[in-house]
């Protein structure tokens, strides 16, 4: 006959206790990693977002959300201009601003045309269009190197945490 003998070190208790500490504490890990990592990722979008006036790079935010244990972000863009400018646009006609009422009132489009060196009058204008600027990508490549080392050490920690 054979003896045979199991023990567990350190107890069930102790352990399970261990994994409750070092979720509590990888969540919280999560929640600041994020909020830094979103922050980042704010900045290098606004590094990368075309400047004409600004108005629209100091317009892009972020957004942290989450339930649980899960949490994330997101880039949010003024738009429609966002889309616009992600996008493209095609060529296209723009009308007088307004209703037909108005066109016919007689409201055209009004504005100084710098190489004629006076104000010019227009019924619609033919936009050529814009070409695709994919700016969040550029930025999403330079953030996920960063943020693939910030993961990692999450959970190394959450191991460590375990450990001790």
Known sequence: MTNFSLKVTPP?????????????ALIEDKKSM??????????????????????????ISFKVFGSGKAIGFTIQLPQPLGLWIQGGTKAHKIPTGGSAAQIAKGYPLRFYWAKAGR???????????????????????????GARKDLARIGRQYVRTLAS
């Open 12 to 24: 069930f208790r102790d352990l399970k206790g261990r994994f409750a500490k070092a979720d509590k």
């Open 34 to 59: 994020i909020h830094a990592q979103a922050r980042r990722m704010l900045g290098l979008g606004r590094e990368e977002a075309p400047e004409k006036t600004g108005e629209f790079k100091r317009g």
């Open 119 to 145: 104000v010019v009058t227009f019924w619609s204008v033919n936009h050529p269009g814009t070409k695709k600027n994919k700016f969040m990508g550029r930025a999403y490549r330079r953030w996920l190197p």
